[in-house]
């Protein structure tokens, strides 16, 4: 499992989206201050490959951010030549429900409930989130565990970590596979009862029967063959002379001798009717020629904007321009001396109005100062009703406060009682539990030290032992059930007392978390309320100064009453005087206004007539404008006017004699149409049929005489080109008419012929009979089925022994290899049952373990420590061992690393499938050279590929490692990003500046 990137939202510290990739790194380091948030981040990947956290391997409530909701994880990951993504989410309710996705994007394969999602996760890793935490993430506290454990406690991380603790499960399915193979081999030596006790001898004599029966069928065969044969070729040589004779008869009849005369004579007609079409054809191109040319005339004069569509109208809108422009100029004029006198009149209005306006400045400036009063009365009192709204609201706010924090020191309370059932439920249980362990191991006691003899309880002296197989002896006893009964029911007392025992411990771990969930839940509301009555009380206004809440609200604000009344009764006064203002002010408006609205009467005379006259305008002079740019003039005037009528009248008769040239012209193209539409029907009717009925003809004779050709073996005649002239049709038909009078005398050649023949075949069939003894062909079906009867006898014989064969083959085979796997399944049990096979297992694991270890060590103290097999560390200086609780910090830090490298590479050799490795660790106890082989050590990890990821706060771990990924944490929670050159850089000049490096 190598990760490539990593989403997560809503876990502890993080409650915002975070996206880190890992697809380009290999040693990174993850570096922030205590508390930033690092170790979070192995909690969200251990999440989303286990569902759980790395104290509770099945639970992850616990992660979800204080203030969220929802937690939600994304990892994508690379495991078994496959890119795999896993999806995790969960509530604190149960809304929105619980998400458990886990999709391979190479080829789709979805799963979508959280058992299977753990289910695939573990069996693809190799590792179940027990092993996990003890190869692949190494939490902090648990990175010494393997150097200070107890061999006890050593051999049971061992077993964990490299799967023997799977033994058990395997000695389970070695008894089971023995019993059920035991069933089933039993099962085929019944099966192999059945079968031929030789099936290849039976199958060797079957073939002879059946080759000898098969051999006379097949000369019976061959003689019925022959003589059907015969017959069928008589037969047919029969049918072949009276197809020629037919044949020669159809020929016969669809003869057309003449057809190359009359095929002459049509080819005349035809030329001279093509003649007189081509003369009509060119006397039609030269007068559409004639007609062109005058079309071309008209469009151009069309083009011009002077054709017969543009030129009636022009002229008529010109002659009405003409009527009406001497009018229109002397209105005009009109117009323009009465909007002079009109100008006058406003300006006089105008300086009228501007003197209104200085006293209305005066009186907006007396009304202004009543408006500020007023909204300073406004004011005034809005003030007084807020702050009575907000000291009403702080009282209330202050009850809600007490009751929230009664609730907290109840939920406290009920922690501490929780607490204490735990630690005695815990001590409990803990005794419990031994004393159901110590009665499981009396049991197995009692069980395996007569384990022979139980399993001959139900046989009598002088049957065979069946573990042994020899007799029983004659004094043979069963051992008694006393002893294994009292040892179960031992047992089953102890586990009841410590199931019972673990219900309460789980009662008040459940109790305890309920109570802690309303301190967590509470508290922020405390705080919360507690904010939001100070945020109110400082809402406030200044001149109450202090606040008694205990006293009622309108004895609180009674300063701000006082002051509102002050103000109201000014305000009075200065409304008075700015109305009398405004009223005079408005006597004057009201003239100044009539004044206007007279102007604007005079106004609105002055545009309907000047509107009058543009649509006057526009309806004469104005439509000169839509006419073609050769019909315009600028400026317009009378003069122009007519001359332009002159010019336009000198078109009008060009133009009518183009147009009578046109339509004499069309006329003739009609009539030449007309003649040209009859020398068309002539030739249809005098020509076309009668030449496409007499070509029909001729190809239904070529096709017959292509039938006799195939029948009598003779070259067909060649058939008629589509594209042929008719001229060349005639020297065809000649060459056809030749061609069918030697078809004719063939086909009654080929009659004779196969008549003459179709004797022959009768003697031949004659021949046949008399040779196989036989009266008629009908008895050969008779002989052939009595042959073929004895062969599916033989054949059927045959058939089952070599069905039989492999399947007896097949299953001496099977119980010959089945039965020492069985005895072997049998010897496995026991020898597994015994115990003593996963200690020599541990013990030579743990050999391997201490070899991988000590080169880590090696290679990271330059020769200097090595493991010894009991685990103690070997000085090379002194050549003495030392027990691992002597070494100094940093020497203590790189003898763990060692092993947990060395645990590592062993999972990885077990079957673990785990590209990763995280260390959450502190690495302050090194130096810097020691440092720096520690460092070095765990890049050779990456080297096949492994994410290798450092947990610290130290600079200097950040600073020796490439790749590094700094967590911040402020008000908003924490954030990971990798850090950039000037980053890192930084990170150096602080160790610089607090005298932190050389």
Known sequence: MRPLSLSLRGLRSYLAEQEIDFSSVGLIAIHGDTGAGKSSLLEALYFALYGGSTWDGRNASELIADGAATMRVRLTFRCADKTWQVTRTISRSSSPPSRHELLCLDDGTRHDSRTEVNTVIE?????????????????????????YATPKDRTEILKSVLGLDQLDTIRNTAQISHERLHHLLTQRIIERQKLLDDPPAAAAAATRRLHDAGQREAQFTDARDTARGAAARRDGLLARATAAGRQEELLQAARQPTAAAVLGALASLEKEIRGEQKTCQDATTEWQRREGALQDTVDEAERQGRGPSILPRAIAIVETAREQLPNIDTDRNRIEAADLRLA?????????????????TVVGEAEEAARSAADSVAASRELVASQLAVVASAQSLRIALHGTESEVEGARLRIKQAEAAMEESAAQLGAAKERQIAADQVLEAVMRSNSAAHA??????????????????????????????????????????????????????????????????????????????????????????????????????????????????????????????????????????????????RQDSLTADRLALDQRLRASVGKLEELPELWRLDPVTVEGLDLLLGTAREWEVELKAVTDQLTAARAQIGELGD???????????????????????????????????????????????????????????????????VLLRAARDEAATATSQARQADDEITEVLSAAGVDAMEQFDRLIIEAAAAAMVAQTDLDRAERETPIASDLDRRIEAATPLVDALR??????????????????????????????????????????PDFRIIDRHTSQPRDGRTLSGGE??????????????????????????????????????????????????????????VISHMRAVAENIGDVLLVTRDESGSQAHWASMLERGRLVDEDLDGGLLP
Request: aromatic share 2%.
């Open 123 to 147: 069996k693809m890793i190799g590792l179940d989130y027990r092993a996990f935490l003890k190869t692949v993430i190494l939490p902090q506290g648990r990175f010494q565990a393997l150097l």
């Open 344 to 360: 006058e009149d406003r300006r006089v209005v105008d300086e009228h109005a501007a003197g209104l306006v200085e006293r209305a």
């Open 456 to 601: 001959a309880a139900a046989c009598q002296p002088g049957q065979p032992c069946p573990v042994c197989s020899r007799d029983l002896p004659i004094t043979f006893q069963p051992p008694p059930e006393r002893e294994v009964g009292e040892a179960r029911a031992v047992l089953a007392t102890a586990t009841a007392a410590a199931k019972e025992i673990e219900g309460r411990h789980g009662a008040a771990v459940l109790s305890r978390r309920n109570a802690i969930e309303d301190v967590e839940r509470l508290e922020p509301r405390a705080v919360a309320e507690r904010q939001k009555l100070a945020l109110v009380v400082d809402r406030l206004a200044p001149q109450l100064r202090a606040v008694d809440l205990d006293q009622p609200a309108d004895a609180v604000v009674l300063p701000l009453l006082t002051i509102c009344v002050a103000e109201e009764e000014g305000l009075e006064e200065q409304g008075k005087v700015a109305a009398a203002s405004r009223e005079s002010l408005a006597v004057e408006a009201a003239k100044v206004d009539q004044s206007r609205r007279a102007l604007a009467g």
């Open 675 to 741: 003649l040209q539409a009859r020398l068309d029907t002539r030739h249809l009717t005098e020509v076309e049929r009668p030449v496409t009925k007499l070509l029909h003809a001729l190809d239904e004779l070529v096709r017959r005489a292509s039938e006799t050709a195939l029948l009598v073996g003779h070259q067909p005649p060649p058939p008629r080109s589509p594209d042929d002239e008719l001229p060349t049709s005639v020297t065809w038909a000649a060459a056809l008419e030749d061609t069918v009078a």
């Open 827 to 868: 010897e496995l049990s026991t020898l597994l049952a015994a115990g003593r096979f996963q200690a020599a297992v541990v013990a030579r694991r743990q050999r391997a373990l201490l070899g991988l270890a000590t080169d880590q060590l090696l290679a990271m103290t330059a020769g200097r420590f090595a493991f010894s």
């Open 892 to 949: 203590t830090f790189l003898a763990s690393l060692a092993l947990a490298l060395a645990v590592v590479d062993l999972a990885g050799r077990a079957g673990g499938r785990a590209d990763a490795l995280l260390l959450d660790e502190g690495f302050g106890s090194l130096d810097a050279d020691t440092l720096a082989e520690a460092l070095a050590a765990l890049s050779r990890q990456t080297l096949g590929g492994r994410l290798v990821a």
